[in-house]
């Protein structure tokens, strides 16, 4: 039970960030990727709070011997860098540059029930799924 409390006051916190931020308007997000036009800054804030943020929880939590409400620290067995993550993250690029919405912010947003948010993440789902059929699961190194 506390997993999932755990994990439903985190989404909350991540989506009333967003929507504070106003980094679930699509118009700001693009606004921050058209530098050489009506360029809009206020990205740089909200991901600089959060990787600050983020740094300092990071930097506390490597003093403790275990988290808060897990029985361990998940940290990432991936951390290489290779052909397979730059052709993922530049997909993801293109498509955040296109739409103007990520993930998170898109998933926000489907309280909407705008259909362009809806197909977005429709979109992404399968995205997902053949990605894995088609490519398959990244393996653990070992």
Known sequence: ????????ASGLLFGFGLLV??????AKVRGFLDIFGD??????????????????TYALSQKQSKPWFSERFHVPALNR??????????????????????PGPALVN???????????????LIGNRLAHHL???VKNPG
């Open 39 to 56: 360029w809009q800054p206020a990205l740089i804030a909200v991901m600089g709070g959060a990787v600050t943020l983020f740094a300092m």
């Open 21 to 26: 931020s106003g980094m679930n308007n699509p």
């Open 1 to 8: 039970m506390k997993a999932l409390i755990t994990a439903f």
């Open 81 to 102: 860098i290779d052909i397979r993550l730059l052709a993922g993250a530049s997909l993801f690029g293109l498509g955040w540059g296109l739409v103007g919405l990520c």
């Open 110 to 124: 489907i309280a909407s029930l705008d259909m362009r948010v809806l197909g977005f993440v429709a979109m992404v």
């Open 135 to 137: 490519i398959g699961p």
